[in-house]
């Protein structure tokens, strides 16, 4: 059974950079388009970034140009680079394979941007 677990969060301050990381176990990321998402208190689950099997990235115009998603099949691993973060950026971040599967969800990994 394929669980992903995210980890990298913490408190930054406005323009800093975090790097947070889906690792995988009980099976392989490498078929699957996966994406990162974020949830904000009182907000509904958004899509932040996704990446497909060849390498192809896609973004929401909220982060674009400031969020870069990567993986590594090796470490069975996707990251997602966070550079010039906003105070609107805090929230609660998982991954999951794009589109989501329920059973996939993790605890996500809490991501602050404040002064």
């Known amino acids: 059974q394929l669980q992903l677990v995210e980890s990298g969060g913490g408190v930054v301050q406005p323009g800093g950079s975090l790097r947070l990381s889906c690792a995988a176990s009980g099976g392989t990321l490498d078929y699957y388009v996966i994406g990162w998402f974020r949830q904000a208190p009182g907000k509904q689950r958004e899509l932040v970034a996704t990446i497909n099997t060849a390498g192809s990235t896609n973004y929401p115009d909220s982060v674009k140009g400031r969020f870069t998603i990567s993986r590594d099949n090796a470490k069975n691993t996707v990251y997602l680079q966070m550079n010039s973060l906003k105070p609107d950026d805090t929230a609660v971040y998982f991954c999951?394979?794009?589109?989501?599967?329920?059973?996939?969800w993790g605890q996500g990994t809490q991501v602050t941007v404040s002064s």
């Open positions: 999951n394979k794009a589109p989501p599967l329920t059973k996939y």
